[in-house]
């Protein structure tokens, strides 16, 4: 049997967009949404999935709006991600350091986690960063997420919460 999901993403962007997902989800013209848990309007978002029981996944975001880890000098200029186009050029230039990628990327687990109490049930990225060409070619996300036995763990660990 073929299952299509339909997944919408930037969920906690704003208030806006939190209540039309949730008003799909309620008419179910989506299966799931994507949190982006560095957003403004995130709390509200996990809060207003866990009141629909929306399934959720990590809307991971290296290219708008403020880190979740404040300390990645390699990406981020003025407080703030690069945006799209600087995140793409830095990575060409090689001027992106690996190991902040992964800081981020496991904040973002980690807020995911206390925002919903749950871990995430896909990963996703926010401008499509989890396609570009210095992260895959780095085996970034390979490295940090590996799934075995329903846990979703770091560094090839199993986890000890689900």
Aim: with cysteine; hydrophobic share 40%.
């Amino acid at each position: 049997m073929i299952q299509l999901v339909v997944n919408a993403d930037d969920f906690g962007y704003c208030p806006e967009r939190n209540r039309g997902i949730v008003d799909c989800f309620k008419k179910n013209g989506i299966s799931s949404t994507s949190l982006m848990v560095n957003a403004d309007f995130a709390t509200e978002a996990a809060q207003l999935a866990i009141k629909h029981g929306i399934p959720m996944g990590l809307h991971l975001n290296l290219t708008e709006g403020r880190p979740v880890q404040q300390r990645h000098s390699s990406l981020i200029s003025n407080g703030f991600f690069l945006g799209k186009f600087g995140l793409r050029k830095a990575l060409e230039d090689g001027q992106i350091d690996m190991s902040e990628v992964k800081s981020e990327i496991i904040g973002q687990v980690e807020k995911f986690r206390h925002l919903t109490n749950s871990m995430p049930i896909h990963v996703d990225g926010h401008q499509h960063v989890h396609l570009l060409k210095g992260l895959l070619n780095n085996n970034i996300l390979q490295d940090i997420y590996v799934c075995k036995n329903n846990f979703l763990g770091y560094f090839g660990q199993e986890a000890d919460y689900v």
